[in-house]
């Protein structure tokens, strides 16, 4: 996930023009003989020029990925990857599919009335490896990814954080990760 992050961060930061992916789900990231995780599929990107800081499209993206904005109104910013990336990021430590929830619950939902004090309840279970005292760093770690991705999803866009922000914090928990 740090290298997805990283991805995107080069694109909305790093190109002489921010590129929007538009599509960041699980099955446009792909991992090489290495482990390296590439982000692929830019069938929908969009490209900003200089003084914009959003712009509509009517190509929308994967259902359950997309930013309200995006999927309502079709306006679309480096902000609506930050989203998606969010929904990525919960999806792969929690194992929820961000379609699956019924009503008013969502991925986003279920996460959060589960921190901080029932990670177990929403963490994949195959994630966690250690036992007895070191399983409570272990789930305190797992607690910090999913507050990131809860950070990345407000459903305004501006409160949303940026990818430096991201990759940031994603570095400071490998740390902690490895500390385990």
């Known amino acids: 996930m740090i290298d997805v992050a990283c991805a995107l961060e080069y694109f909305h930061h790093g190109c002489s023009l921010p590129v929007i992916h538009c599509d960041v789900k699980p099955s446009n990231v792909f991992l090489d003989e290495d482990m390296v995780a590439h982000l692929s599929d830019f069938g929908i990107a969009k490209l900003l020029d200089e003084d914009e800081g ?3 499209t009517k190509t929308l993206g994967t259902f359950g990925y997309i930013a309200s904005e995006y999927g309502l109104d079709g306006l679309v910013s480096t902000k609506c990857d ?3 990336y969010r929904i ?7 194992r929820g599919k961000p379609n699956e ?4 619950l969502s991925l986003k939902q279920w996460v959060s009335y589960s921190l901080p ?9 195959n994630l966690v490896t250690q036992m007895g005292s070191r399983l409570q760093m272990e789930l305190d770690v797992v607690a910090s990814i999913m507050k990131v991705a809860l950070d ?6 501006e409160r949303r954080t940026n990818m430096k922000d ?3 914090m994603r570095q ?3 740390i902690q990760l490895l500390a385990c």
């Open 101 to 104: 929830f019924e009503g008013d």
């Open 172 to 174: 400071k928990i490998k």
């Open 166 to 168: 991201v990759v940031g």
């Open 117 to 125: 004090d029932a990670v177990m309840d929403v963490v994949d279970a």
């Open 152 to 157: 990345c999803c407000d459903e305004y866009p």
């Open 82 to 84: 930050v989203y998606s």
């Open 54 to 56: 959003d712009l509509y």
């Open 88 to 94: 990525m990021l919960l999806e792969t430590f929690s």
